[in-house]
């Protein structure tokens, strides 16, 4: 079971990116997927995440500019980021498990290597 983020990139305050996540492994169907993002000399936060019944649920920091969905067909999770502010920099993961707690990255199994997101004002 692999995960593989793409769509980061450098965007100007305002602007747009959609990030996915292409999955690989038969227990995609019943994975929570998660988005989370890490700044330099920070935690791992979480953004958002989707659960295999299509539970959604955002962050406050990002909630009303970043949308999460899943494409069954293409195993792939995306996240679309509207309205990007300087503070949303940082090297975003997707992870896939079956979390007690979708917050906690500690209930995640599977991680990607990240994909940067750099937001200048």
């Known amino acids: 079971d692999q995960l593989r983020e793409s769509g980061g990139g450098s965007v100007q305050a305002g602007g747009t990116l959609r990030l996915s996540c292409a999955t690989s492994?038969?227990?995609?169907?019943?994975?929570?997927m998660g988005w989370f993002r890490q700044a330099p000399g920070k935690e791992r936060e979480w953004v958002a995440s989707i659960d295999n019944d299509g539970g959604i649920n955002y962050s406050d920091s990002v909630k009303g500019r970043f949308t999460i969905s899943k494409d069954h067909v293409k195993k792939t999770v995306y996240l679309q980021m509207n309205s990007l502010k300087p503070e949303d920099t940082a090297m975003y993961y997707c992870a896939a498990g079956r979390p007690t707690t979708p917050l906690a990255p500690s209930g995640y199994d599977y991680w990607g290597q990240g994909t940067q997101v750099t937001v200048s004002s």
């Open positions: 492994g038969y227990a995609y169907s019943s994975w929570c």
